[in-house]
T-cell receptor
Framework: KNEVEQSPQNLTAQEGEFITINCSYS?????LHWLQQHPGGGIVSLFMLSSGKKKHGRLIATINIQEKHSSLHITASHPRDSAVYICAATQETSGSRLTFGEGTQLTVNP | NAGVTQTPKFRILKIGQSMTLQCTQD?????MYWYRQDPGMGLKLIYY???????DKGEVPNGYNVSRSTTEDFPLRLELAAPSQTSVYFC????????????FGEGSRLTVL
């Protein structure tokens, strides 16, 4: 079992739908990152969370430390949101190393 | 402010050749990382550094070497390239160990034939 697991692995949505991607982790963490990777492209940091909730435009990220769970929500999804979304955890015991989930491939159809 | 700069973006190597992937950052970040990403797979940590003069192995260090003589530069050396090293390589930085945002380079696509 991976220390950081994402679900679903693949997600297809229609434009305008509300999307949720989940990330569960089994280790103590000091921070949780959400990253976005477009096909053939680089990796961009969307959020870094240690507690609570953050919002940026149509993207919202939440984290529940007690349940060891984080979610990334996309409201009013658009085809340009199609990308791989990756969660990564900075472990408490190794503050400089990150553990990555396998990623969620999101496709938003017009 | 360039952020994280990786070169080259693309390279084809023959088996047994060596090369260096360059990574430079201008954010004065202490933490730097090299990852590889194989097709359809997640990121695997090759090496990382918590500051100038300090490096450590990640999950998949075999066949690679790094150095960190300055805060800005963290080159990754491939010795005796093998087809198994065909991958996309990403350099990343983080300002602080547990509260910093991650910044990635654009990636270097390496093919070993």
């Amino acid at each position: 079992k991976n220390e950081v697991e994402q679900s679903p692995q693949n997600l297809t949505a229609q434009e305008g739908e509300f999307i949720t991607i989940n990330c569960s982790y089994s280790v103590g963490i000091s921070a949780l990152h959400w990253l976005q990777q477009h096909p053939g492209g680089g990796i961009v940091s969307l959020f870094m969370l240690s507690s609570g909730k953050k919002k940026h435009g149509r993207l919202i990220a939440t984290i529940n430390i007690q349940e060891k769970h984080s979610s990334l929500h996309i409201t009013a999804s658009h085809p340009r949101d199609s990308a791989v979304y990756i969660c990564a955890a900075t472990q408490e015991t190794s503050g400089s190393r990150l553990t990555f989930g396998e990623g969620t491939q999101l496709t938003v159809n017009p | 402010n360039a952020g994280v700069t990786q070169t080259p973006k693309f390279r084809i190597l023959k088996i047994g050749q060596s090369m260096t992937l360059q990574c430079t950052q201008d954010m004065n970040h202490n933490y730097m990382y090299w990852y590889r990403q194989d097709p359809g797979m997640g990121l695997k940590l090759i090496y990382y550094s918590v500051g100038a003069g300090i490096t450590d192995k990640g999950e998949v260090p075999n066949g690679y070497n790094v150095s960190r003589s300055t805060t800005e530069d963290f080159p990754l050396r491939l010795e005796l390239a093998a087809p198994s090293q065909t991958s996309v390589y990403f350099c990343a930085t983080m300002g602080q160990s547990n509260t910093g945002e991650l910044f990635f380079g654009e990636g270097s696509r390496l093919t070993v034939l």
